[in-house]
């Protein structure tokens, strides 16, 4: 089955600045998603992008899918430290270890 | 209202005992999933049920039993428990199924962590 390899495995910010997450991926896919896990917690869906977009916002969230490079992107604006958590990506129904964000206030 | 719950929350057991995880989903879809998210937070999906039929077993010992009585409910059944079995247990729902108009948006449990000792 497909996994998803999220990049970079651990990330921490400041409160207020912008984090990117990425996301590659081996075969073809209808779309890809993002979830977010607080520690302890199940995972929350965030957004699904279709593999016929380019691009999609939600909030303060946007996410980027380039299939010609089998990679997608998270961008967490303005972060806040709710943000702490978790992201995952998921090109189809198995997920990779997540990229840890850490928002420090 | 709890949309997908899992029961118990908690497990701790024995080698060698046979142990069952609830789940039930109160959404009305149609496609259930059992995931195994082990200490390095790799998480993995191991079956999934569309309308009580089975339509993934991902490689997973046949130790590990899922049983759907009706598409609401997705039980996971553990015989012979190890120690490598001891992870975080996630069941989810969906509207659709893998690659169906529907997406594939996932609503995920709590989780039951299972210790085995």
């Known amino acids: 089955s497909q996994q998803g390899e999220e990049d970079p495995q651990a990330l921490s910010i400041q409160e207020g600045e912008n984090a990117t997450m990425n996301c590659s991926y081996k075969?073809?896919?209808?779309?890809l998603q993002w979830y977010r896990q607080n520690s302890g917690r199940g995972l929350v869906h965030l957004i699904l992008i279709r593999s016929n977009e380019r691009e999609k916002h939600s909030g303060r969230l946007r996410v980027t899918l380039d299939t010609s490079k089998k990679s997608s992107s998270l961008l967490i604006t303005a972060s806040r430290a709710a943000d702490t958590a978790s992201y995952f990506c998921?090109?189809?129904?198995?997920f990779g270890k997540g990229t840890l964000l850490t928002v420090n206030p | 209202d709890t949309a997908v719950s899992q029961t118990p929350k908690y497990l701790v057991t024995q080698m060698g005992n046979d142990k069952s995880i609830k789940c039930e989903q109160n959404l009305g879809h149609d496609t259930m999933y059992w995931y195994k998210q082990d200490s390095k937070k790799f998480l993995k999906i191991m079956f999934s049920?569309?309308?009580?039929?089975?339509?993934i077993n991902e490689t997973v010992p046949n130790r590990f039993s899922p049983k759907s009585p009706d598409k609401a409910h997705l039980n996971l059944h553990i015989n012979s428990l190890e120690l490598g079995d001891s992870a975080v247990y996630f069941c989810?729902?969906?509207?659709?199924?893998?690659?169906?108009?529907?997406?594939?948006?996932?609503?995920f449990g709590p989780g039951t962590r299972l210790t085995v000792t």
């Open positions: 075969t073809s896919i209808n779309n």
């Open positions: 989810a729902s969906s509207r659709g199924t893998s690659g169906s108009n529907f997406g594939d948006e996932q609503y």
């Open positions: 049920y569309n309308n009580k039929e089975l339509i």
């Open positions: 998921a090109p189809k129904l198995t």
